[in-house]
């Protein structure tokens, strides 16, 4: 007996689903971060993010393979993003005052947490600001 191809399509849908869904892991609290006070400085123009930068580096090894639904909902959209090769995507968050600050938020290349997201949705690299004591 042959299963035609519809039927064999819904049959993989849910594996299929299980299996994405697997990618990645959530993404554990971080004691000490107030996301509130983060989502509440776009573009970093009032300088109220590079305060919880050195929490973000305590915990980067929690970003890694995080889900990035979960660093949306933890960090809010972020200021920026770009596409990648292939379906890479990254999230930029400015973290102090600077260029994106005016009008019309032009682009600047300093003082930006980046996340990298790859095809399965989980965060690939994380990259911090320096930070000068």
């Not at 994405?20 to 996301?35: I, Q, T």
């Not at 090894?61 to 933890?74: M, P, Q, V």
Request: some cysteine.
């Amino acid at each position: 007996m042959k299963i035609p191809a519809l039927c064999l399509s819904w049959l993989l849908l849910p594996a299929a689903l299980f299996a994405l869904s697997g990618c990645g892991h959530a993404l554990p609290s971080l004691p000490g971060f107030d996301a509130a006070v983060w989502r509440a400085d776009p573009y970093g123009c009032r300088g109220q993010r590079a305060t919880l930068l050195p929490i973000l580096e305590k915990h980067r090894s929690d970003l890694f393979e995080a889900r990035i639904n979960d660093i949306t909902e933890l960090l809010g959209h972020p200021d920026e993003e770009e596409l990648g090769e292939q379906s890479d995507k990254i999230y930029i968050y400015y973290v102090a005052p600077g260029a994106q600050c005016a009008p019309s938020h032009p682009r600047a290349a300093t003082n930006r947490v980046m996340l990298r997201s790859g095809a399965t949705g989980t965060v690939t690299e994380v990259i911090l600001p320096v930070q000068t004591q």
